[in-house]
């Protein structure tokens, strides 16, 4: 291509486009004009669009070369509202997530009109004139032909499906609110559910949850209800299905139904993380003869169930997200550590080597619960090791213990993601969208790709921060082997003295013998004193040592 053609390919770009305030203008001056006036940035980027964007890509200009990702989750909520409600914003015709800024403003009820017919979906249709009716009354102009839509479902079936249900369920509300607006059309629910051959699997289709919820209770109409409700229950998770069956007097399907959960907890593992969470204070569940210990165990497994599961590529999204409500459950809210704090022995056995043999769980969880363990049994045999000293020292595990070098690193590893790699990424992106079609953009993928390996970079980097604990090389403990020493040992095996310094996974270099607290070689050896012999064995390698010296080590 000539200079020529180049320069003749090239566009010019207007003075508030967003890509030339990014240029002209200072990052805290951005950023104090978004946060202030999100109208403002909403509108700026969306006519730097063509007049045409959607929220992902008002994201993209936004997260994180403006606004952080914290800052993003509480600015969006308020920017929808007003693409909402604002009527300097409307959508494109037929496609209901892409936003345009109006040359003449539009009435809320015309905004949700347009919504209405732009989406696709029935509950989706459901859901827009609920939001019409949240600002508009039926008497506009624009109710009629919604209304009509749902109503018309109901004159024309020709056979029971969730469609027709719903339509049903929200007519009838409708007409409770405005009883003139009746169609006068003579069908009950208890008709169209004697025409449905399997409830279970019409209710699991009705997407809209105040649909969902009037289903529930337009089902009490039926003899059999309390059975559906128990049918029904591990799917819904609705703590209005069992305060029902409770106040029918049906104690007996309760307890049946919470005793099947945790018997079954791997196949019902999202209906055993709600049941745990909301009744685990509930005198009944203590009656029903659930306790609270079984609770742990089968929450634990399920972090051991998931996480291999994960490993294997198996509903990973899923898998993740119940791994992170069941380790919350046990570590982040302390009720494990809680219960250990209360519990005799043999439940401290029982529930630590749980623990300790979820291979994939972040090691400093197992640590610190070890030395929780031992501040209340100083003289606790731990299974398979060695009894420890009735100290470990002056320094407590809690979190990631980092050297103040290694915590400089990371910090600076961060700001140069933040300062230097993001803003150059938004400028490749900026670049590359330029450049024409994005669905066959290689350029541009690229770029977004990368996009969001640094964002996932700057996330991880923030939570090691925050729970990173400096350690203050004054406290080094040299009685034992502990964070920041220097220890030789007699390898029995071979005769031979070798000489490992114990740190962190942050400082950990095993080229150089240094070794984290967290691996499975350092946590062998944590806590020993000079003179102590200690034999163990690690995926199948023997090692067997006595403890030489014990000095500070290199900082």
Avoid: C
């Avoid at 004139?129 to 102009?141: H, I, T, Y």
């Amino acid at each position: 291509m000539s200079l020529k053609m180049a320069v003749n390919a090239l566009s010019s770009l207007q003075r508030d486009h967003i890509w030339v305030l990014k240029v002209t203008k200072s990052k805290d001056e951005l950023r104090s004009m978004v946060k202030e006036d999100p109208s403002w940035a909403l509108r700026t980027i969306i006519r730097s669009f063509d007049n045409a964007a959607n929220m992902k890509q008002i994201k993209a200009e936004l997260v994180p070369s403006i606004l952080t990702p914290s800052e993003w989750s509480s600015w969006s909520t308020n920017a929808r509202k007003r693409l909402k409600e604002d009527t300097s914003f409307g959508n494109l015709p037929d496609k209901i997530d892409v936003f345009v800024v109006r040359e003449q403003p539009i009435s809320v009820e015309e905004k949700a009109f347009n919504r209405f017919k732009a989406v696709k979906s029935f509950f989706g249709k459901v859901a827009a004139l609920r939001d019409f009716l949240g600002s508009a009354k039926p008497e506009s102009e624009y109710f009629s032909e919604m209304f009509s839509y749902f109503v018309n479902i109901l004159k024309a079936y020709a056979s029971v499906n969730e469609q027709v249900v719903g339509s049903f369920l929200l007519v009838e509300h409708i007409v409770e609110d405005y009883p003139y607006l009746n169609p006068g059309l003579g069908i009950t629910f208890k008709d169209l559910i004697e025409e449905t051959d399997d409830i279970m699997a019409l209710f699991g289709k009705i997407e809209d949850s105040e649909l969902a919820k009037r289903f529930l209770a337009e089902l009490k109409a039926l003899d059999e209800w309390p059975e559906y409700y128990v049918k029904i229950f591990p799917t819904s998770l609705s703590k209005y299905i069992i305060d029902e069956l409770y106040a029918a007097g049906h104690d007996d399907l309760v307890q049946s139904l919470f005793s099947d959960i945790m018997e079954k907890y791997r196949e019902n593992r999202e209906a055993f993380i709600w049941l745990a969470k909301h009744f685990e204070n509930d005198p009944r569940v203590a009656e029903y003869g659930i306790e609270y210990e079984k609770i742990l165990i089968n929450m634990t497994h399920l972090v051991d169930i998931t996480f291999r599961e994960i490993t294997n590529r198996r509903d990973v999204s899923s898998n993740r997200k119940l791994n992170r409500q069941a380790q919350n459950f046990l570590f982040k809210e302390k009720r494990l550590e809680n219960y250990l704090m209360k519990a005799d022995e043999d439940s401290i056995h029982r529930l630590y080597t749980l623990v300790s043999d979820v291979k994939d769980l972040d090691p400093s969880i197992s640590i610190e619960l070890k030395h929780k363990i031992i501040e209340r049994f100083p003289n606790f045999k731990f299974f398979g090791e060695p009894a420890p000293a009735a100290s470990v020292g002056r320094v407590k595990i809690k979190g990631l213990i980092v050297t103040a070098s290694s915590y400089q690193r990371k910090q600076d590893e961060l700001r140069h993601i933040i300062d230097v790699e993001i803003p150059e990424n938004s400028r490749e992106i900026g670049t590359a969208s330029a450049l024409g079609d994005l669905r066959e953009n290689a350029e541009y993928k690229a770029a977004k790709e990368k996009q969001e390996l640094l964002n996932l970079n700057v996330s991880r980097l923030k939570d090691d921060l925050d729970k990173a604990q400096i350690f203050d090389k004054n406290q080094v403990d040299t009685e034992q082997v502990s964070f920041g020493t220097r220890v030789e040992l007699l390898n029995n095996n071979t005769g031979k003295v070798e000489t490992y310094a114990f740190f962190g996974p942050w400082e950990s270099d095993p080229n150089k013998n240094v070794i984290s607290y967290q691996s499975p070689f350092g946590m062998k050896l944590w806590g020993l004193k000079e003179g102590e012999h200690i034999d163990f064995s690690i995926n199948e390698n023997h090692y067997d040592y006595t403890v030489k010296s014990i000095a500070k080590g290199d900082f």
